[in-house]
């Protein structure tokens, strides 16, 4: 993903140990928009499942 642009990685050193954090970049959050939204029009949630889910 991080090919693509999706996703940056940062690597940091943290004492002897090496540090990695992703985060989404602009062109990643399109693509989950773009992905997401149709799929959610398509197959809305349930409000009583997520709360049964969550608790």
């Given at each position: 993903?991080?090919?693509?642009?999706l996703i940056e990685k940062n690597e940091s050193s943290w004492g002897s140990k090496i540090v990695v954090n992703?985060?989404?970049?602009?062109?990643?959050r399109k693509f989950c928009k773009m992905v997401l939204d149709p799929y959610e029009e398509m197959f809305p949630r349930n409000k009583k499942q997520e709360e049964q889910k969550h608790g």
């Open positions: 993903m991080s090919e693509k642009g992703y985060k989404i970049t602009e062109k990643g």
